[in-house]
């Protein structure tokens, strides 16, 4: 009987990053899926494929791309199977794939911290190389509020665990997420976890209230109130203002951002607040509303 391969999500989530990397789908769904701002596997139950079936998939997509070099594993958090498991499907793609030359995943701190530093270590020399966090807030009163499900102290230590074993980490933060009551907190918070785990890539989202969430239902019942466009471009000034990092990439290219930006911190750091003065003086932006925002993320 030929092999079935699982539905896809539609769309499939992934980082921006990840666009030519061969993806597969070994989990469906996310398996917390509570945060308030989140909609991208809210009608999707959580599942975890066994292995049997993923050792499947991954001979049937060398066959298809056997020079694959890069692989992102999906969907939400599958850094939290179990050590055993990862270390099987890691071993599987270096199997299958002779050029295979790293492996990405997205990745809870709790799902870091449930590894030893011993297995760290290990899937990182089975090719594990990028985890991508998502921070969203250093804010611990934001986080709460947003049911993240994680401290800003246990995702800061989950990644400089992680990066002090030889993995990569992508931290994500999300611009707004405070809003107008948690405006400066959100982002001098943000700022000091960053500092303290020193990622070696920051990308920074805007939040977008998406149909479905609760996030969206406060905001049309007035219980959340959006920062408006200027607001939003002043905060991702002020968090750019107070980093102090030694070796970090910095992108806000997602399609929910105001403009696009790129920088490589610190050596950039003027040219980013110059940048960004410069918008603010422009009179482009809304003062009033949180401007043009995509339909979906």
Request: proline fraction near 7%; charge should be neutral.
């Amino acid at each position: 009987m030929p092999h079935m391969k699982p539905p896809v999500n539609n769309p499939l989530f992934r980082p921006p990053a990840e666009a030519e990397s061969l993806i597969l789908q070994i989990d469906q769904g996310c398996p917390y899926n509570r945060c308030t701002f989140c909609g991208m596997y809210r009608r999707l139950p959580y599942r975890r494929l066994p292995i049997p079936d993923i050792r499947l998939m991954i001979a049937d997509e060398a066959r298809q791309a056997p020079d694959t070099r890069r692989v992102f594993l999906a969907d939400g958090d599958v850094m939290r199977r179990p050590f055993e498991e990862l270390k099987a499907i890691l071993i599987l793609l270096n199997e299958h794939f002779s050029a295979l030359a790293r492996v990405n995943l997205y990745a809870t701190g709790n799902a870091i911290h449930s590894k030893t530093d011993t297995e760290l270590r290990a899937l990182r020399e089975l090719k594990l190389h990028t985890l991508y966090l998502g921070l969203e807030s250093g804010d611990e009163t934001t986080l709460k509020a947003v049911k993240k499900g994680e401290t800003a102290a246990e995702m800061i230590e989950a990644g400089r665990r992680a990066q002090a074993n030889g993995l990569r980490v992508s931290v994500m933060i999300l611009l707004g997420l405070g809003g107008q009551a948690r405006h400066r907190e959100h982002a001098r918070a943000t700022a000091l976890a960053l500092n303290a785990m020193q990622p070696r890539l920051l990308s920074a989202l805007r939040v977008v209230p998406i149909p479905g969430t609760e996030l969206h239902a406060e905001v049309e019942s007035g219980r959340f109130l959006p920062l408006t466009e200027h607001q939003t471009v002043e905060e991702c000034r002020l968090i750019v203002q107070s980093l102090v990092l030694t070796n970090t990439v910095f992108r806000a290219n997602h399609s929910s951002n105001v403009i696009p930006l790129e920088a490589r911190l610190p050596r950039d750091q003027e040219r980013l607040l110059t940048q960004l003065d410069i918008l603010l003086a422009s009179g482009h932006l809304d003062t009033q509303s949180p401007g043009d925002q995509p339909l979906w993320l």
